[in-house]
């Protein structure tokens, strides 16, 4: 099935999260989802629907056109108990800074936020990109929520409000997952870990409207 | 007996002369909801539809916040 383009006002709310999906990555990925959650942004990834038939990187392909926007994590560039580095996070990096230099107009007005578990481990991995900042989490998602929101806010339209700080989003995010692993004992389901990708993305979002109201009484 | 390249059927003519049927939704689902101001930021509703777990957890939400607000929450 062809899928049609996302409009523009979607493109522009929406970040491509490329990044590991192996379980000790997880917390920092729900943190960063959090965030962009919080920040009005729409993520999306790799994880987003499941349709064995599709091809995959034609999919990730679709996604990179379709945002504006893209984290992409290389903190797992390091081998793996084989010996072999995973490839597809700098593949994917390539496949957006393709578009961003060969793409359209709107291809071209792309933003990236580059990260890595380790300061200058790039510079000898992917050396080719030696010259651009890259932001550091430390495998800590406290230190991602704080690279993905200042990244946010340093590159928000002019003329909109600014976004929760960092204390105000690390904060709710542990009351998020406080939370939210109280509500699913409650209806005896699936631990955090075990919440599939669009639960999560529902569960984020009910939060949050549940919080702005409280916080707006 | 030799059969001409020109008198076998076409397949692939046939399917291009037909539009292509559409076999699922080519448009997302509108969002449900409302946009809330959270912290000063609009946050869209999510579109698509939602897992029984997450109507759990949205219920289980709801719920935990009505008690420790004391007021109703919208819909």
Redesign the interface.
Known sequence: ????RATKSVTA?SIFINCPFDDPYKPILRAIVFTI????F?PRCALDSTDSAEIRVKKIADLIRDCDWAIHDLSRVESNKDGIPRFNMPMELGLHLGARLFGGRRQRRKQALILDAREHRYDVALSDISGQDIEVHDNRPERAIRCVRNWLSENRPPGT????GVK?MTS?YRLFQK??V???R??R??SLEE??H??L???I????????????? | MYTLACTLPKPHIRSMSTPAK???R??PLPAT?HP???????????S?S??D??R???????T??RH??G?T??D
């Open positions: 099935m062809v899928k049609p709310q959650v919080a920040s009005g729409r409000p600014p976004l929760p105000a709710d939370q939210i109280v509500a699913l409650k209806q389901l699936d919440l599939s669009s639960d993305l529902w569960s979002n009910d939060w949050i409207t549940e919080r702005a109201g409280q916080l707006s009484f | 559409k076999n699922g080519t448009h909801g809330v101001v959270y912290r000063g930021v609009k946050i869209a509703p999510m698509g939602r897992s777990t997450a759990a957890i949205r219920d289980a939400l709801r935990e916040y420790s607000s007021k929450t919208r």
